[in-house]
Nanobody, 126 residues
Framework: QVQLQESGPGLVKPSQTLSLTCTVSGGSITTNSYYWTWIRRPPGKGLEWIGYINYRGTTYYSPSLKSRTSISRDTSKNQFTLRLISVTPEDTAVYYC??????????????????WGKGTLVTVSS
C-alpha cells in the first residue's frame, strides 16, 4: 500500500517561500511511469494542479505558477519537495501530494492520481 504524507509549515508570511515535502512509503518515487504531483485547493474553490516530478526526475509546472514554482526530489529519502516563492494570501490552500498515473493524460483529473496524501493547510498571512 502506497502512502503519501505532506509536511511543512502551516503558516507562511507574504513574500516568503512556501516549502512542503511529501514522504512516500510503500513504493519508490523512481518506479517507472509514475508522476509525483502537487495539487492544491484554495478555500471555497476547486482543485488546482501545481506541477509534478516524474520517475525520471523530469518536472512540469502549471503555466500560471511556473515562474514561482520548483519541485525537486531526494531519492535516498523517497521524498519530493515543493517550493513556491513570493507567496501571497491567494496561495492559502490545502496542499496535497499525489501519485499521478501519467503526464499530460492525467493532468487536471482527480482520477489521474491513484494515491493522495491527506493534505496540509498552508495559510499565507502576516
Amino acid at each position: 500500500q502506497v502512502q503519501l504524507q505532506e509536511s511543512g509549515p502551516g503558516l507562511v508570511k507574504p513574500s516568503q517561500t512556501l516549502s512542503l515535502t511529501c514522504t512516500v512509503s510503500g513504493g519508490s518515487i523512481t518506479t517507472n511511469s509514475y508522476y509525483w504531483t502537487w495539487i492544491r485547493r484554495p478555500p471555497g474553490k476547486g482543485l488546482e494542479w501545481i506541477g509534478y516530478i516524474n520517475y525520471r526526475g523530469t518536472t512540469y509546472y502549471s503555466p500560471s505558477l511556473k515562474s514561482r514554482t520548483s519541485i525537486s526530489r531526494d531519492t535516498s529519502k523517497n521524498q519530493f519537495t515543493l517550493r513556491l516563492i513570493s507567496v501571497t494570501p491567494e496561495d492559502t490552500a490545502v496542499y496535497y501530494c499525489a501519485r499521478g498515473l501519467g503526464g499530460s493524460s492525467s493532468w487536471g483529473r482527480e482520477d489521474g492520481a491513484d494515491y493522495w496524501g491527506k493534505g496540509t493547510l498552508v495559510t499565507v498571512s502576516s
